[in-house]
């Protein structure tokens, strides 16, 4: 096959070796009959504009945006979706011409993995989001979309998660979500009360820690998920296991999140549930 001919999309982000989006895509391409190459660019810590500038120039057609870029990606884009305008980061650019569009296909990733790879639903639940950064921030709008009774911020930072909460309880779209959903915002430390399902979007795993919570706030076989998927989530999975609850981490997320942006690039959904069977029977 001639690759010149193929549309070609990049995943950006420092460290992005482990990632396993252009596995992801490249099945998605096959199953979909989509030409179309997908490929990892590592992206030095302060080269995240020039980089993007030379995707533009050479004619790429987008590219998602891993950490610590979601920040700097949003604000490099002319137009945004709702979702992305919401979380005010990015994960994925559609490029065309000079023109950049932000979406943030996070969220919706995560919520499609908890409820229907899962089969875990969050109507009426109560939800603990642990971190107020970029993986948060997209994941925040579509968890209180999925109106759980009671959705509990907590992050280190205490302003941040304020920050995070006060645009969400201002934004006009969760006007109607948030008469039934109630949104708090705590400290990590001190946190009272048990949780249906404690999700990690913290920096914690990538620091090799277990979990930035007590166990006490588990209810019995709570869903314990968290956004890291693969070694980086090994110390948190077996704190979850150890404590009694079920843990997941965040592979399906990263299949239907990409699955999204597939969707938004190439106007047609893969079967993002077949490529995740896949994929969890070749990983160790």
């Given at each position: 096959m001639n690759t010149n001919s193929m549309d070609?999309?990049?995943?950006?982000?420092?460290?992005?070796?482990?990632?396993?989006?252009?596995?992801?895509?490249?099945?998605?391409?096959e199953l979909t009959g989509q030409n179309l190459q997908y490929q990892r660019l590592p992206t030095p810590l302060d080269g995240f504009a020039a980089t993007l500038a030379q995707l533009i120039k050479s004619g790429a057609r987008g590219c998602n945006v891993t950490v610590p870029f979601k920040f700097e990606a949003f604000r490099a884009a002319g137009t945004q979706t709702d979702r992305a305008q919401l979380?005010?980061?990015?994960?994925?650019?559609?490029?065309?011409?000079?023109?950049?569009?932000?979406?943030?296909?996070?969220g919706v990733g995560l919520v499609r993995d908890i409820q229907d790879n899962a089969g875990v639903s969050l109507a009426g639940r109560d939800l603990l989001l642990i971190g107020a950064g970029g993986a948060a921030a997209g994941a925040l709008g579509p968890l209180l979309a999925a109106q759980p009774r009671r959705l509990v911020l907590a992050n280190r930072t205490r302003a941040t998660a304020e920050a995070l909460a006060a645009r969400h309880r201002a934004h006009p779209s969760l006007q109607d979500v948030l008469q039934k959903t109630?949104?708090?915002v705590h400290d990590l430390q001190g946190l009272n009360g048990y949780f249906d399902v404690i999700i990690n979007a913290s920096a914690s795993s990538l620091a090799g820690?277990?979990?930035?919570?007590?166990?006490?706030?588990?209810?019995p076989g709570a869903l314990a998920y968290d956004m890291m998927y693969g070694p980086a989530a090994a110390a948190f999975m077996t704190w979850a296991r150890e404590c009694g609850a079920t843990p997941?981490?965040?592979?399906?997320?990263?299949?239907?999140?990409?699955?999204?942006?597939?969707?938004?690039?190439?106007?047609?959904?893969?079967?993002?549930?077949?490529?995740?069977?896949?994929l969890l029977a070749r990983l160790p």
């Open positions: 070609r999309y990049y995943v950006l982000g420092n460290p992005v070796e482990h990632s396993q989006s252009p596995l992801i895509h490249a099945r998605f391409a979380a005010q980061a990015a994960n994925t650019l559609v490029l065309g011409g000079a023109a950049i569009h932000a979406d943030n296909t996070d109630e949104l708090l820690a277990g979990a930035p919570v007590e166990s006490r706030v588990l209810k997941r981490d965040g592979l399906g997320m990263l299949v239907e999140q990409a699955a999204e942006a597939f969707a938004l690039w190439r106007q047609v959904r893969p079967p993002s549930a077949q490529v995740l069977r896949e």
